[in-house]
Structures are given as structure tokens and as C-alpha cells.
């Protein structure tokens, strides 16, 4: 009988045994399993590599950046005061083996300075980076995330329709610009107390935007500062001139008392297009000048302005005429077709992002007859079209912050872009 007992003990025992050992293979098969997990989820994931520590021209254990070159030019680092823009057309990565990488993607964010690849699935891959150096702050980059970028054509029929997620690409005199059409709900920024609607990212990185009020209604005599005629004395070609327009005066005494506290956030480079190119007609004195071409004619707007001397800038400006005191103006007739709107028609739908239902003018002259001068300007309805400048109508300041300051926010009404 004490044999068994003894038996039975030891069995027991082997038995709490053999329950320890399975125990403790299971737990390092699944810490192998998890180890390799890791591992191997490592390299299928987009990675992000700091880019601007000295140089970049250095070996990661698992990335080589074999070639980095700025606007065509080899270099060896970038300049952490500038922004850039990485070229995915021509930058290139390898496999270890030199194969090419299917389905790559390669982005570049300015604000952190970090290169981010995916997939990346294998140890020493190679990089060759092209970065092109650009104007596009930390403004311009908070505003065109998750953007996507068109290009439109055809500026024959109004823009109605909401474009939400979408901004458009064109040039100016500065490069590229990305400009808001149609019924967009995220180009809403709150500034100095107002808000505003962004028209564009000019091409220097500065952001345009027209006033839109106290509040977010987008109807309405708040929806402008004033009410006056562009000019009194009509019957003069000078009077299309906004550099002796009274309301040039109705917005310098505005921006005194509501933006120059603000002035540190507001661009003075930057310029406002009173285009005076003149094509006169033969059989007629009339004279007619560039908006007029380009949008009752032709239907093609540009962002460009014909002539530096009718770019109204400040003294300070590095560009322009450098009349002005106060770097404010008014939306040009250009600008209103990239919007959406279209010379002879209407655009009545309520959220398309420039009708008020209210008339104001745009700093863009139409023509003078020879006794009577006319501008461009946007009706209560939406309609396009021009008036005697000695006509009274509302009056919405533009103005371009500057392209370094910071902006949170989303754009909508609930969370517009805020200037920090």
C-alpha cells in the first residue's frame, strides 16, 4: 500500500510538471509569434524619417538616401527656414537588390520635415528624393490637406455645385495658386474678429480672402462695410482708376479701426489687379480694357495682371506701383469667374461662396465710352455683369494674410480656420 502512495505522488507530481512545461512553450510561441509580428508588420507600414537634422545625405539601418536633389540641383541637406515640395514624379526608391518598389508612395510634410514611404517591406532600400523649393507655408499646407487638387477649363458656365474637398490649380504671377468655385462649406476663416471666405492661395504663399461679416450668414447688408459709388466723377477714364477711387478711402479708414492691431498677420507684398490694359475699338471711341476682353469676350480669366503699374501695392512692396498705405483692396472680375461666376449670367444658388444677395463691387474697370466710365461688378442675384461707376454698391474689403502665419481649424462654419 505505500508503494502506491508513492506512486501515486510522483505521478502527480509529473503531472503538475507537464502542465508547467506546456504552459511556458505556449507562452514563448507566442512571443515569438509576436516578435515576428512586429517585425514584420514593421516593414509594411509607411515609415516616417525626420529629413532635416544637418545633413541627409546618411544610412538608417533600413533606408539609404542615396541622392537628394533641390529644383534640379544635387545637394546634400534642406534648409530648415524654407519649404519644400518632394517631386513623387521623379523621386525614385529600390529594393536592396535594385529592383523597383510596385505601388510606391512617397509624400513629404513640410511642417514636420519628415519623408514618409510606403510600403516598406524590405531592409536597404534606396531613395533618390527631388524636392522643388516652395512658397506654400504652414497656412497654405494646413488648407490644401486632404484637398483634392483639379483643373478646370472651361469657364463658359457658372460653378453651382458643392465643392467640399476640392480646391483648383492655376498660375499667377507668383506661380501657382489654388483658388476656391462653386459652393465650397470649408473656406471659412476667422480673423480680427470677422469672418472671411479664403478666394485663393496666391502663388507667393499668401492667403486672399473677402470679408464676409460679424457673423456666418452669407446674406445680407452685413456682408459688407460700406455702400458707395466707385467713383462720382464718371465721365473721365481716370474714374476707373482705384487708386482715386473714394472707396480706396472707405477701406483705409476701415482698416484703421479694425486691422491694424491685426497688421503683424497681414501680407503688404502682395498686390490687388485694377487691370487698365486698353483695347480700343476702331469704329467707336471706346475704350475697353483687359477683364472685359478676357471675360465678355473670351471667357478666359487670368490670375496675371497685364501691368505692374496697375497692381496696387504697398510702399514696402517688393512688386507693383507701391501707391497704397493699407495693404487692402477689392475682388477682381477674374477672380469672380474662377469662382464660379460667369460675365451675362446668373449664379442665384444661395451657397455658391460669393453671392450675398446684395450688389457689390469688384476693383476690375469694363469700359469707358468716352463719356462714361463702367466696372464690373456682382449683383443681389448673383448676376455678373458691369455698371456706371458712379453707381452705389456694397463694398467687401480683400486682403491677403501673411504665408507664415499658423492656422487650426477645419474651414467649416462650426470649425472655420483660425488665425493664431
Known sequence: MKNKEIEFETLHFNKHRIHFLISFVCVVILLVVFIIGRSHARYRVTESIPLVSGTINYSLPDLNIVGLYIDGVEATELDSSKNYKLDTSKSTCTYKDSSIISNLTLSYDSNTRAFSISPYTTKGTKCTLYFEESSCGSACQTILANKTISVRTDFSTTVKEDTTGTIYQAEDDDGTTYYYAGAPTDNWVQFAGFYWRIIRINGDGTIRLIYNGT??????????????????????????????????????????????????????????????????EEETDETVYGANNRLASNKAPSFKCENDSDLYTTSGSSKGNKALQYPIGLITADEVSYAGGVYGLSNSNRSYYLYTNQDYWTMSPFVFTGTWAWGFYVDSSGYFTQQGVQISYGVRPVINLSADVIITGSGTISDPYVVQ
Open 215 to 280: 457673423s456666418t450668414v452669407t446674406t445680407g447688408t452685413g456682408t459688407y462695410i460700406d455702400y458707395n459709388a466707385f467713383n462720382s466723377n464718371y465721365r473721365l477714364s481716370s474714374s476707373v482708376s482705384f487708386g482715386s477711387s473714394p472707396i480706396k478711402g472707405i477701406l483705409y479708414t476701415w482698416y484703421q479701426n479694425n486691422l491694424v492691431a491685426e497688421a503683424d498677420k497681414i501680407d503688404r507684398n502682395a498686390g490687388f489687379c485694377n487691370d487698365r490694359t486698353s483695347y480700343s
